[in-house]
């Protein structure tokens, strides 16, 4: 019996949309399998059936040979499957031993023992080089450690067949390189994997074969090694993606935006999340604050927005004080933002397109006469930037922001920044879960715009975005602005150790 | 401006046509027939034909525009369809109960809630004039709801707006003497303002201090309670009845002619301000920037603070609005012949009906005045429930049975979606059965 898992013929219907359409997956034991397809290309679908969160409508799933019927992920547990979701279930005031046995606990008596779940947890990390400290609280622990406890929670519960939801979303460079490592040691012990990812590079770097998702649909399973990464994304989107992106060399101008000196302190924590730091953006040049996550970025640009008062420090924005100013007096001199979070901030999802498009100016003359919206005008900008910006929906104008995709949604964000027209373009983290045709989309219209005489600051985690799209780069460590770069001279590598704290260089 | 009104004209002609002669034929002609009881059937018919013969082709003409429609593709639909089967959960909740009481009576007993409000003439308009303050508390908590705050408060607020408009009603005799009809304006406005102000300070509260405005208004509507005690004792007391005294003759709700249409109901113009005011919290919430920005917040505060939006004034003012309209209510409840305030310590129950109206009518204006009139009809089917020897506590019962339903409702609504499909799914293949058979 070659294959463990054997998903075939999968059909999987929601309301309006087959997200999984006569798919087949085959896992061999011992491989590590990636499965590869867009946001919305039905992988989480796929992986929730197997895993027993969707019962699929048509098709068969055999485990080991045998054909199962999993309803729930106590039945898939049963049978030896493991997921590590994207966004870790770990309780965070909870110890690392702790959250590993939620739901399998030892008692005794009534009370709970964790003598032999804390041995059994050492061996397991000594087997697989797993290094975890079980007492340590979820919330004291790296990002990279949290990542580990969800592996050592599978292992715990003797899993076999290992699921991984895009890993690597959220670790540095050197920390992707660790579980890299990881995986293959799993492997070798007779583990099998699937990897759910988007990155290209992962997939050459660790998967033996790739199976190939588009718009629900099976495109088709290859081998890695004589694959080119080409031809994986060709499978992926469809059509010919380009990697390069064309970009002439910035031509810096006059400063938009100096901070000079800035800090925020955070009440809840009692210190600051930013410590003095100091940049410039200049009109035509795109600066890049890079940085893992929660390093002080988020707290950072809302501070330059407005979103949260600076303790210290001033911003001044084309000759402009305007540390003082509302989020309103900022938009109106001069400042858009992407933010970071386009379902928190970015949109009203209950609202219509046409609303969240105005969402800023609905106050403008333009919009509104004597406090009543103008309807009319409001339904000719939606329709102007559905076109120029390619905003695809349902029902055009009146769709409402919920029910988009989450490409289409950034691009509403996109669009309306952009088409306000403002000297100065915050995006943090503009492509975040987006797929490699948004992505290369929304890369262009940033390029377009710093092109156009703009002042863009790029908030990004994504090292490939970092050193493609930015003209300097600023890293920034503990809420500190650890050092400044030129992307065409650093390495990644080198990048990697000023995120990780470990280098920085003083000015 | 001239050419814009009068394209206005124009366009809305049919509408306005026919607002214009349900508006006579509601509050002019009656009166001219008051003794005809033939003719007054007649006209009743009239407003029937006309209204529904309205809805009905403004359907037709939605149909001829949108060929496509699927109703599950629709909120609204599927959310009024949520409303409805939790209705009919509730009713049917109803039948069981009386069955278990009193099996011999129950499907009378039942017969008569489903009438209800329509059983009669005279119950038609009880049902109208007990569903006035229901709406208007509604209201108010509806519209607080659609910015994000729950104003638990509308006991309260509709507390001190009784009392205000009855203060006004009593001891400011004078404006009555110089026009009835102002005296009743300035204690209405007095009910709008003492509400306001009530509702101002959960809304100050929350907006400045951060404080739970749910713990705020709860607390604040014993404070009314008893202040409302407190200030009847003193000022309006009628010692001889243990009562507030009433309020003069020249502040009661005017008939507004509707005694005529339905004559011998307690029915009023309060209807008639209930809905304006729906119209008017309509306007506010869909076309101004006020509502977008109200709404905005109360969808995603954080949004809304991203795009620039006040959040803290808006919350005070939504506190303010919905305070009005519920210390409305409470001015239209008691400028009413034969009801008097009482220092009875005990919180007024439409204020927390209101809740459960807002839930019904999916805290849409419009939806809060049906679901109001179809609880001033289930009220008066209990009122008449008592001919068959079962207590009007059942239609209480019913309608929390409905609540818990339309909390529900999410759940509901997967159904709703699931049978809408089947019945689109049918419509769709029978063109492709033709077909085949065409072909055979």
């Not at chain 1, 485990?63 to 493991?82: F, K, L, M, S």
Request: with cysteine; proline share 3%.
């Amino acid at each position: 019996m070659e294959y463990i898992v054997e998903m075939l013929n999968i059909t999987k219907e929601f309301p309006g949309i087959k997200a999984n359409d006569n798919v087949t997956l085959q896992l061999k034991k011992g491989e590590i399998h990636a499965l590869l397809g867009e946001n919305g290309a039905g992988k989480s679908t796929l992986m929730s059936v197997l895993f027993g969160l969707y019962v699929p409508e048509e098709g068969i799933i055999k485990v080991r040979g045998e054909e199962v019927h999993i309803n729930n992920p106590n039945d898939a547990n049963n049978y030896g499957i493991g997921m590590v979701h994207q966004h870790f279930k770990l309780v965070h005031n909870f110890t690392v031993v702790e959250n590993i046995v939620l739901g399998f606990e030892d008692t005794k008596h009534g009370f709970l023992q964790f003598d032999d779940a804390i041995k059994k947890i050492t061996d397991l990390s000594e087997k697989y080089k797993l290094k975890v400290d079980p007492n340590q609280l979820i919330s004291n622990i790296s990002v990279g450690m949290q990542q580990r406890v969800e592996i050592l929670k599978m292992l715990y519960r003797n899993a076999d067949i290992l699921i991984f939801d895009e890993p690597t979303a959220v670790l540095t460079p050197q920390e992707i390189e660790e579980l890299m490592n990881i995986m293959k040691d799993l492997t070798k012990e007779g583990k099998s994997i699937i990897l759910i990812t988007h990155k290209l590079k992962e997939i050459k770097q660790v998967a033996d074969r790739c199976s190939v998702l588009r718009k629900g649909k099976y495109i088709g399973t290859v081998d890695v090694k004589t694959t080119s990464v080409e031809k994986m994304a060709e499978m992926m989107v469809g059509r010919e993606v380009s990697f390069v992106i064309d970009k002439e060399v910035a031509k810096p101008k006059e400063v938009v935006l100096k901070v000079d000196n800035i800090s925020v302190y955070n009440h809840a924590l009692k210190k600051n999340s930013v410590t003095d730091v100091s940049f410039e953006v200049k009109k035509g040049e795109i600066l890049c604050i890079a940085g893992i996550e929660g390093n002080g970025q988020t707290q950072l640009i809302e501070s330059i927005t407005g979103l949260n008062p600076i303790s210290n420090g001033s911003l001044t924005l084309n000759g402009i004080d305007i540390s003082h100013y509302s989020v309103r007096q900022r938009n109106n001199s001069g400042v858009s933002h992407i933010p970071e979070d386009r379902h928190r901030h970015g949109l009203v999802l209950d609202y219509s397109l046409e609303k969240n498009l105005i969402l800023q100016t609905y106050f403008k003359e333009l919009f509104q006469h004597k406090g009543f919206l103008k309807f009319d005008e409001i339904r000719i900008n939606s329709d102007d930037l559905i076109d120029r910006f390619d905003i695809r929906s349902g029902k055009g104008s009146t769709t409402s922001a919920r029910s988009m995709s989450g490409g289409n949604q950034q691009k509403v964000i996109v669009a309306r920044e952009i088409n306000r027209d403002t000297d100065l373009l915050i995006a943090v983290q503009p492509t975040r879960g987006l797929d490699v045709g948004a992505i290369e989309y929304i890369h262009k219209q940033l390029i377009a715009q710093r092109d156009a005489g703009k002042a863009v600051l790029l908030v990004s985690l994504e090292l490939d975005e970092v050193m493609n799209v930015s003209d300097r780069i600023i890293i920034m460590y503990e809420g500190e602005n650890v050092g400044e770069f030129d992307p065409t001279v650093v390495s990644e590598n080198e990048l990697g150790l000023y995120m990780a704290g470990s280098k920085r260089s003083d000015q | 401006m001239w050419e814009k009104v009068k394209n206005y004209l124009v366009a809305n002609a049919l509408n306005l046509n026919i607002g214009f002669f349900l508006f006579l034929l509601v509050f002019i002609i009656p009166q001219f027939f008051a003794n005809n009881d033939s003719i007054l059937l007649v006209i009743r018919g009239l407003i029937v034909a006309t209204g529904g013969g309205y809805i009905f082709y403004k359907l037709l003409l939605f149909r001829k525009n949108n060929p496509n429609f699927k109703p599950s593709e629709s909120k609204l639909l599927v959310d009024v369809a949520g409303s409805i089967i939790a209705i009919l959960t509730g009713l049917l909740f109803g039948l069981i109960l009386m069955l278990i009481v009193n099996p011999g009576q129950a499907f009378g007993g039942f017969f008569v809630i489903l009438q209800g409000g329509f059983r009669n003439i005279k119950s038609f308009g009880d049902m109208i004039y007990f569903s006035v303050p229901i709406i208007l508390t509604g209201l108010s908590v509806a519209f607080a709801f659609r910015t994000g705050l729950f104003n638990i408060g509308a006991t309260g607020q509709l507390t001190m707006g009784a009392y205000a408009a009855v203060y006004i009603g009593v001891k400011w005799g004078v404006i009555g003497e110089f026009s009835p009809f102002l005296h009743w304006l300035v204690a209405i406005l007095g009910a709008i303002v003492a509400g306001a102000l009530w509702g101002a300070i959960p809304g100050l509260l929350k907006a400045y201090r951060n404080v739970n405005e749910v713990v705020s208004s709860i607390m604040l509507n014993y404070v009314a309670m008893y202040l409302n005690t407190m200030l009847i004792v003193k000022y309006i007391y009628n010692r001889d009845f243990a009562r507030a005294l009433a309020p003069k003759s020249t502040a009661v709700t005017p008939l507004m002619n509707l005694h005529y249409l339905l004559p011998n109901s307690s029915v009023s113009g309060g209807i008639v301000v209930a809905i304006v005011v729906v119209i008017i919290l309509h306007i506010i919430l869909n076309k101004t920037t006020f509502g977008y920005e109200l709404k905005a917040v109360g969808f995603n505060r954080d949004a809304s603070k991203y795009a620039g939006m006040n959040s803290k004034r808006n919350i005070v003012y939504a506190m303010v609005i919905s305070g009005a309209v519920a210390g409305l209510a409470g001015g239209l409840m008691y400028l009413v012949d034969g009801k008097f305030l009482q220092p009875l310590n005990v919180l007024i129950p439409e204020g927390f009906t209101g809740i459960a109206i807002s839930l019904l009518g999916l805290s849409s204006p419009f939806g809060v005045l049906l679901a109001g009139l179809f609880y001033g009809s289930l009220k008066q089917g209990g009122f008449y429930l008592q001919l068959y020897s079962f207590t009007p506590e059942i239609i209480d019962i019913i309608i929390a049975v409905i609540i818990y339903a339309s909390a529900l409702g999410l759940f509901l609504q997967k159904f709703v979606i699931r049978a809408m499909k089947k019945r689109e799914m049918l419509i769709d293949q029978k063109p492709e059965e033709a077909v085949e058979g065409s072909d055979a």
